[in-house]
């Protein structure tokens, strides 16, 4: 009767071992997608930020220009003109940055330094660990009850 009752006792065990886990993969996923669902969505908040930027930037540059361009033409002074240059640096990475290609270019950039240049994405002194975390957080507390 022993046997049975420890056999039964294995088989439920497995089967809560079983479930466990396909539990932890599901939450794991669901984790997976909310993290990348936050990262799209904080992706789509800087492009948006850029597109409205770009509106009141765009608007800036346009009157800046037109003024520039009458004020070098009334005076006959060619130097009013040299503030547009660097303006005009500003306005295209702007525009391509809300409306090019720049998004689709950092990430391929980003890409390839995940694949060739991996040191430099390592962290100082290595990933936290909970020992290090534990020691920093009784020191920290060790510091707060001396004052």
């Known amino acids: 009767m022993g046997f049975f009752m420890s056999k039964s006792m294995d088989e439920s065990l497995k089967k809560q071992q079983e479930f466990m886990a396909a539990n932890s993969a599901l939450q794991l996923?669901?984790?997976m997608?909310?993290?990348n669902e936050m990262r799209q969505k904080q992706v789509a908040m800087q492009i948006a930020w850029s597109r409205e930027f770009l509106k009141y930037f765009g608007t800036f540059y346009g009157l800046t220009t037109v003024g520039l361009t009458v004020r070098a033409m009334k005076r006959k002074a060619p130097g009013f003109l040299a503030?547009?240059?660097p303006l005009s640096f500003i306005f295209a990475y702007q525009y391509?940055?809300?409306y090019g290609t720049l998004m689709t270019r950092m990430k391929d950039e980003a890409e390839n330094?995940?694949?060739t240049e991996q040191?430099?994405?390592e962290m100082?002194?290595?990933v936290p660990t909970f020992e290090s975390i534990e020691k920093a957080r009784k020191a920290r507390s060790m510091f707060?009850?001396?004052k």
């Open 29 to 31: 996923e669901r984790q």
């Open 96 to 98: 391509d940055l809300a």
């Open 119 to 121: 040191p430099l994405l």
């Open 33 to 35: 997608l909310m993290q």
């Open 113 to 115: 330094i995940i694949d």
């Open 144 to 146: 707060f009850i001396q």
């Open 124 to 126: 100082p002194k290595g």
């Open 83 to 85: 503030p547009i240059v």
